[in-house]
């Protein structure tokens, strides 16, 4: 009796349709939308009947937004963007993502716009900035409209960064419903008849679906724990200080090998982000600085300097068009303050170490007094520091002469003599 309950159970569940769920809670950059792809391969090929994209993005990148929508308006599956839960947004470029969906809903609490198109480079000039900013609206309409929704609404979260709170949102037909969590708004959409992008009209049959969460893959969650500046950033200078040290200490092996490995991910990180090339020759300005204060001493100014190019450069490293893809300021602070005052250290002591003199050898013997052992015509043996060596003289020294070690070749010793003290004069 209970193996046939087993087996309607699993039946039932069986013929449940397949909701596959993808949770986008990020900004979007290359990672997410490389994980969104992967997500949307996975539901085309599982047989899963929707596949619901749970959203709540600041914004990003408009090269990785336009993928992601290129990406959902290629599904052969249909896309559920559901803004979720309360207080989550679709912000920027968040909200060409969500009007690209076969089905655009939101929780309520949620907010959605705010899409006008920010430069990563800095403000171009008036009409460069209006041809960015119409290519952007013409996306927007080439599948707003195609979707049955409100065009122009739309075009007012590009054009004026109007935002949409999700009340006002299904008002304005720029979604198409609004419901308190996935299982209501997959009942909600049982039967409902969406608009491909290619025209053709479709129903769904959602009801007492069952939402099976896809997980990322390892790979996708350290690219998208590297795709942090401010992460990139402590690695890419915790390996060079790790590649210093193995440098200074050769043979240690594991700091030359974890740095590299360091700097490596940190560089990885920072390559699929907008990088601004004037902040990079800002930190070769930096580092120039502190070396030169090491070397030379500057009484800190030169230091001082460094830090100020560090922190500018790593602050400005980044062209985040949202705060959320920049580097922190403390971030910043710290990581210019930390770098530069022990490259400054670091770099004093080893430029000591090369002034200092040999503390073993014939090197170790230059500016020492000596004594003749016997008389050096102009070779002989002389006693330095309590230790007998084979030195020469330019010109015969009786035995018992001080004299003074001027150089050495090889383990031979050059030594001239030490002029007598003149005598005090008589008082007066």
Known sequence: MAIAAWGLAVSASAQRPLVDKFILDDTIQPVSASELQRAIDQANANGAQALLVQMDTPGGLVDSMRAMAGAILRSRVPVIVYVSPSGARAGSAGFFILESADVAAMAPGTEAGAAHVVFEFGKPGTTEEQKVENDALA???????????????????????????????????????????????????????????????????LAGA??????????????GW????NI?????????????????????IVPGALGTLMVLLGVFGLNL??????????????????????KFGGHGA??????????????????????????????????????????????????RARKRKASMGPDSMVGLEATAMEPLTPEGHVLVEGEIWRAVASAPVPAGAALRVTGHQQMLLHVEPVPAPHPPEPAP
């Open 210 to 223: 069952r939402i099976q969460v896809l997980r990322i893959s390892l790979r996708d969650e350290l690219l």
């Open 139 to 205: 996306f927007l309409r080439s599948y707003v409209t195609r979707r049955g929704r409100n065009a122009q609404a739309a075009a007012a979260a590009v054009a004026s960064s109007h935002s949409y709170t999700a009340e006002e949102a299904l008002k304005a037909n720029l979604i198409d419903f609004v419901a308190n969590n996935d299982t209501q708004l997959l009942n909600d959409l049982n039967g409902f008849q969406i608009t491909r992008i290619d025209g053709a009209k479709m129903t769904l049959h």
């Open 232 to 252: 990139a950033l402590l690695f890419l200078v915790a390996g060079a200080l790790l590649i210093y040290l193995e440098f200074n200490a050769p043979g240690t």
């Open 226 to 229: 590297l795709v942090d500046p």
């Open 273 to 294: 982000l907008p990088i601004r090339f004037t902040a990079v020759l800002l930190l070769i300005a930096g580092l120039a600085f502190l070396v030169l204060e090491a």
């Open 302 to 351: 030169l230091a001082i300097a460094g830090i100020i190019c560090l922190t500018f450069g790593t602050l400005t490293l980044v062209a985040a068009p949202i705060p959320q893809m920049g580097v922190d300021p403390l971030v910043a602070i710290a990581i210019s303050l930390g770098f530069g005052g022990i490259t400054v250290f670091l770099l004093r002591l080893v430029i």
